[in-house]
């Protein structure tokens, strides 16, 4: 809608490698990478949990779908969420 090129990718087809998770994970912490109100993490047994806060890089390549989405990312950095404020600062464009 506001002409800003893009590349959609599909984690439940197109996975994560390593070298994605690691970019994010240098921007965001890693346990905020996780969505913990999706039923994947709900599902997750406690010993992957607990890898959340000690491998958190592990834990989404072994579970592409905890990734907390939208995550944005582009030259500016990594943006994680909506919020139509902060996307349209992120992209320097109005809201």
């Not at 959609?8 to 965001?28: P, T, Y």
């Amino acid at each position: 809608e506001k002409g800003i090129v893009h590349t959609f990718h599909d984690v439940r087809s197109d996975g994560l490698d390593a070298l994605m998770v690691k970019r994010w994970s240098q921007s965001i912490p890693g346990p905020e990478l996780f969505n913990r109100r999706s039923r994947s993490w709900r599902e997750l047994a406690d010993t992957d949990r607990a890898r959340a806060d000690s491998d958190p890089e592990a834990l989404l390549l072994a579970h592409p779908l905890l990734l907390k989405r939208p995550l944005l990312e582009a030259s500016g950095g990594v943006l994680q969420g909506f919020r139509a404020a902060d996307w349209a600062g992120f992209f320097g464009v109005l809201a």
